[in-house]
């Protein structure tokens, strides 16, 4: 014997809407953290023209070191900055395939046109080589950076409850 209950339309739809906004409000938190621009790059783009330009120049083995550990350890400053000024974290298993391929692509990228570029300045035997590395790699990043995190976040958002 199968028991129906009457169900209000209405309200149902009221309960599945408490339910989804706040769901809503956590992808709309990410998509606009994502799509912030160019503007949220510059401070990671400067930093990196300053590593590039100074460890190009001719300076005793400890000074790169210490340049190097000032790189990290102000990317790493920004980092946790970036993440405590964030009201969203999203959990781990809520990441796509696309945000580790843009990070891994974003690496070889990356270290390629640090490769790339060095080469060429060494090759075409250019003045001020450190210089024109450091510019290049850091427009590159700021030219593909925020397109690459666009698109890797894009699919967080699925309306039919499947994961893509």
Known sequence: MCVSTPV??????ADLQRIRVPQERVYDELERCSVTGRRAYLPIAAVMWGYLAVSGLDL????L????AAYVGVL???????SRKSRVRLHRSRYTWRVYAVFVA????????????SWLVEWAGLP?????EATLCAGLFLLVTAPANRWAF???RSYDGSRR
């Open 8 to 13: 209000d339309a209405e309200k149902a739809w």
């Open 60 to 63: 005793p083995k400890w000074c």
């Open 65 to 68: 070191w210490v340049i190097l």
């Open 76 to 82: 790493a400053a920004m980092g946790v900055r970036a």
């Open 106 to 117: 974003g690496a070889a990228l990356g270290g390629g046109s640090i490769g790339l570029s």
């Open 128 to 132: 001020y080589g450190s210089l024109i």
């Open 154 to 156: 894009a699919p967080m």
